[in-house]
């Protein structure tokens, strides 16, 4: 009976052996991708999703402004005397 901890190493290193799996590096064409000269800003350039990233994180933005605006506009009122 060989117990988790005898096992361990070569678990260990078959999980992080580069044989196991390939990965494509993707890089160079996402690199020809966003140098792309097509007059479009580096947001949009990615597609749909950084499309929708970049309006939900501009959403947020200007919604927490305004909300920290509009809580320092109300601290700086005089309490009403009851």
């Not at 060989?2 to 992080?16: I, Y």
């Not at 890089?27 to 000269?37: W, Y």
């Not at 597609?47 to 809580?71: N, V």
């Amino acid at each position: 009976k060989q117990h988790l901890f005898n096992k361990l190493p070569v678990l260990a290193s078959r999980a992080f052996s580069s044989s196991a799996r390939q990965l494509k590096n993707k890089v160079p064409e996402a690199q020809k991708l966003f140098q792309e000269d097509n007059g479009l800003p580096v947001h949009i350039k990615g597609g749909t999703g950084d499309m929708m990233l970049y309006r939900a994180t501009m959403t947020l933005t200007i919604a927490g402004t305004c909300y920290s605006l509009y809580w320092l506009l109300m601290a700086s009122m005089p309490q009403k005397k009851a």
